[in-house]
């Protein structure tokens, strides 16, 4: 059973940092791209970063710049580092094999907030 668990979210100050994880389990995590969604309160969900199987990385625009994905495929977990965040990031942050967000976890609550 494939499963995915985030944590790490947290409430922040604008310009704050936080670290989001993701244990996954039940599959070859090293053979599989990964994503990052997340939803804001009333909003669909938005894509927000892929790593592949490479280590190749493709970001949402909102997000180029200030946000980091990493994996560590010894530890089959995932990472987003989230950098001077802003208002507008609050939202629920999954991990997810689809970049569309089927199959994601629970989600970890980011809120940006002074």
């Known amino acids: 059973e494939v499963q995915l668990v985030e944590s790490g979210g947290g409430l922040v100050q604008p310009g704050g940092s936080l670290r989001l994880s993701c244990a996954t389990s039940g599959f070859s995590f090293r053979f599989y791209a990964m994503s990052w969604v997340r939803q804001a309160p009333g909003k669909g969900l938005e894509w927000v970063s892929t790593?592949?199987?490479?280590?190749?990385?493709a970001y949402a625009d909102p997000v180029k710049g200030r946000f980091t994905i990493s994996r560590d495929n010894a530890k089959g977990t995932l990472y987003l580092q989230l950098n001077s965040l802003k208002t507008e990031d609050t939202a629920m942050y999954y991990c997810a094999k689809d970049p569309r967000g089927a199959g994601r976890g629970q989600g970890t609550q980011v809120t940006v907030s002074s």
């Open positions: 790593i592949d199987a490479s280590g190749s990385t």
